[in-house]
């Protein structure tokens, strides 16, 4: 068996290799089958139920994601052991795609977890694996983070046997094994962190990004194409479409229009960072999911206000430019008008929610007005001194 050492953080031309390419891709799978039940759920107005269950769907997707990423940043060696242990990684997302329509409908989460633990213990012996070619500190780290995520695994498969009819108890064993799961790597890594590269991650979320906003874009039209063709309703369906577009075009030009990897210097910059593309990439593939809500509302197939039809676009629009500005955007303006653009502008687009039927189209000239001024605000000469 191949030795399975860290990577150097100063690695020239570390890039993605097909196999995070294909692992991506297997992953909005189910992405795309949290957008297609939340669609369902606001439609038929259960919208905090809906939103409930996205929300911790696409945290099981979006957490065991992100492990594999940074693990993989630290030690991927590409052999075939570590290829096969991927693969069972990927299996286990399908698995929890194909639980996502019973959580949602019945609350049966059974199968979500199955996938969900399948997932987390292939990566539990990629850590093993780890630990047994290194010694020292890392090793120490390798073992906390193996026995960390078998332990949470544990409490999934406990939350199971709670009563069906116990939502309370459930949602709260949820939030303690969520935080239990986001803690686990700042125990393990309490005293060593892992050789992570900054580029190769910054590269890994940027990619993703682009995969579920491309998502995002590929529901939309999916859900124009049907009304059109059922209804007929090409006057009131182009202007959702059009306005679509913009706010999509907008997210993916606001997002990349910073090299963030310079920002990405140490563990506490990358954790604060890394932890908060759960907003990031949860809101973008709901603005692919409201988008279909506005279409199905237009069509008369949705039974909720246009208020709600249009929040479910620009709710996920706002948020989505909010947290880039937090994450990482602000750290990058160079006074105050330019810190100001993205959070107006995810003002304005929440201010677009009582526009009435025109409230995405006005969205998405917001969007690309607030894009417009931060290429204009970014072409300023710089301040003297």
């Given at each position: ?68 990423s940074w693990f993989a940043s630290a030690y991927d060696t590409d052999d075939p052991l570590y290829r096969v242990v ?175 990897h310079d920002y990405l210097r140490g563990s506490r910059e990358a954790f604060i960072w890394g932890y908060g593309h ?49 994450l990482h955007a602000r750290h990058f303006k160079r006074d105050l008008a330019e810190q100001l653009a993205l959070p ?42």
């Open positions: 068996m191949p030795v399975m050492m860290a990577r150097s953080r100063t690695e020239e031309h570390r890039a993605s290799t097909p196999l995070e390419l294909f692992f991506d891709l297997c992953f909005v799978v189910a992405v795309a089958q949290a957008g297609g039940r939340l669609v369902h759920a606001v439609a038929e107005g259960h919208t905090l139920t809906g939103v409930g269950s996205y929300a911790a769907v696409f945290f099981a997707i979006w957490w065991a994601w992100v492990n594999f991927t693969l069972v990684q990927i299996t286990g997302v399908l698995i929890l795609a194909a639980g996502v329509p019973r959580a949602f409908d019945s609350g049966d989460w059974t199968v979500v977890v199955i996938g969900y633990v399948v997932m987390r213990l292939a990566l539990t012996s990629q850590w093993l694996r780890a630990a047994h070619c290194t010694e020292g500190a890392e090793r120490r780290v390798a073992l906390r983070y193996a026995v960390g995520i078998t332990v949470v695994q544990l409490g999934w498969i406990a939350m199971l046997f709670l009563p069906a009819d116990s939502g309370p108890v459930r949602t709260a064993a949820f939030v303690v094994l969520a935080l239990a799961e986001m803690s686990v790597p700042a125990i393990a890594e309490r005293d060593r962190s892992t050789s992570w590269h900054p580029h190769h991650i910054s590269e890994r979320y940027g990619l993703f990004t682009i995969i579920v906003l491309g998502e995002t874009i590929a529901a939309a039209t999916v859900a124009v194409q049907e009304a059109v063709d059922e209804h007929d309703a090409l006057g009131e369906l182009l202007p959702i479409a059009a306005g679509g577009l913009l706010i999509v075009f907008s997210a993916w030009w606001i997002y990349f229009a910073v090299p963030i759960y907003l990031i990439f949860g809101s973008a593939a709901a603005i692919g999911a409201g988008i279909e809500v506005a279409v199905e509302h237009a069509v008369g197939k949705a039974h909720v206000s246009d208020t709600v039809a249009a929040a479910a676009v620009t709710i996920p629009s706002a948020l989505f430019l909010l947290t880039v500005w937090t107006v502008a995810a003002l304005a687009i929440l201010a677009c929610t009582f526009a009435g039927g025109w409230a995405v189209f006005v969205a998405g000239l917001v969007a690309a007005a607030a894009v417009a001024v931060e290429v204009a605000l970014s072409r300023r000469p710089a301040p003297a001194g």
